[in-house]
Every structure is written in structure tokens, then in C-alpha cells.
């Protein structure tokens, strides 16, 4: 049974392509948390490089729920390109999905379209219901 104060945090997350002064040099990469105290907002990241980065959650980038995703593609099915309309699609078939490879699939998807980014992803910081006012900047 789940503990009232377990937080269930995501598989994977991207490093926000507009961070500045990244130590590891990490922005719009795919990586994984591998430890995370919450109460001080920190974050250490694994990447596939098995290099390991430290951010706060304002930093780094999570995907919408698929109904977000959809509810995007419907709204504004008339001015988006075909390609990021089919590739919208995909990822939010890919998150229905829910498996680790999928959600992988969908990541690298969003890595090479960045036009698309703001559509499907959140910052973790707002996937948690953290309060910042710090801003980008680990």
C-alpha cells in the first residue's frame, strides 16, 4: 500500500533545451532520475552516457497526460504541420502504451522535433506541484 506523502516520480525525463549553464552540457537529453529529495528540490539525473547531472525540477521536462496531448491536437488541428500532427499522434499512442520502451520511443521523438516540445511535455516542477520562483537556472 502506498504510503499518503509516496510521490510516483517519471521513468523519463528531458533536460529543458533552454537551460543555461548546465554543468554536463545535458540540454534536450533524454535521462533517467536516479536519486530525488523533494523538499529540496533536487535531482540527480542519469543519462545513457553514464553521466549524471544535478537539477532542480523547474529544469527538466516530463510528458502531459495523453488526453492533454489529444485535447492539444484537436484544438489546434488546422494550424499544425503534418508532420507535428503525426508525430503528436504517435507520441500520445506511445504514451498509451505505458512501457518503458514506448516512453522511450516518444522521447526521442520529442528530441528530434522540438517545435513540439511545449505540446507534450511539462515541467516536473508542475508534475509535482512544486513552487518555484527561481527560475532556469541549474
Given amino acids: ?24 552540457q545535458k540540454q534536450g537529453e533524454i535521462g533517467f532520475i536516479t536519486a530525488a529529495i523533494l523538499n529540496t528540490d533536487e535531482f540527480y539525473v542519469g543519462f545513457d552516457d553514464h553521466q549524471v547531472g544535478f537539477y532542480g525540477a523547474d529544469a527538466l ?9 489529444y485535447d492539444f491536437m484537436h484544438q489546434h488541428a488546422l494550424s499544425l504541420s503534418v508532420d507535428d500532427f503525426k508525430d503528436l499522434k504517435n507520441i500520445a499512442l506511445l504514451l498509451d502504451h505505458g512501457t ?3 516512453i522511450r520511443t516518444a522521447m526521442e521523438l520529442v528530441k528530434k522535433n522540438g517545435s513540439i516540445y511545449d505540446a507534450v511535455t511539462i515541467g516536473l516542477d508542475q508534475f509535482l506541484g512544486i513552487d518555484q520562483a527561481r527560475g532556469l537556472k541549474r
Fill in 100 to 102: 518503458q520502451k514506448h
Fill in 61 to 69: 521536462l516530463t510528458f502531459k497526460e495523453p488526453g492533454d496531448i
Fill in 1 to 24: 500500500m502506498k504510503e499518503p506523502d509516496e510521490v510516483q516520480l517519471p521513468y523519463l525525463l528531458m533536460v529543458h533545451p533552454d537551460l543555461k549553464d548546465d554543468p554536463v
